[in-house]
């Protein structure tokens, strides 16, 4: 539920469709998908044992998401005000994208 003080969402059952309406367009979810992707595979490389790799997580993963929502959405990013939901959100997102769950949450959420 939003805090009527500030407008920010207070409860995360309330933030899941507000950030899916944020990601409405494919192009933003498909960009998102591959910067989770490959921040995924920095992330293991990295804990493989080039530590390079490390470095190239946020980049990766921060860098398509902000591309989509700057220029395919016109957005502000999520995770500019609620970090924590966002992130999880992501992984939640492409979770249920890549195992072919996500349609009911777009529906759910208004998205066709």
Do not use: Q
Not at 46 to 54: K, P, Q, T, V
Not at 57 to 84: D, I, L, M, R, S
Not at 89 to 107: C, I, N, Q, W, Y
């Amino acid at each position: 539920m939003a805090d009527k003080t500030t407008d920010k969402i207070t409860d995360y059952n309330d933030f899941w469709p507000y950030y899916l309406r944020e990601h409405g367009k494919p192009a933003t979810r498909g960009l998102h998908y591959i910067g989770t992707a490959l921040a995924l595979l920095c992330l293991v490389f990295g804990l493989l044992g080039n530590a390079a790799y490390l470095i190239a997580v946020p980049f990766a993963g921060y860098g398509f998401a902000w591309v989509a929502h700057f220029f395919v959405e016109h957005n502000k990013p999520a995770t500019f005000t609620y970090p924590g939901w966002s992130l999880y959100s992501d992984f939640r997102m492409f979770a249920l994208a890549v195992t072919g769950r996500l349609k009911p949450h777009l529906e759910a959420a208004g998205l066709a």
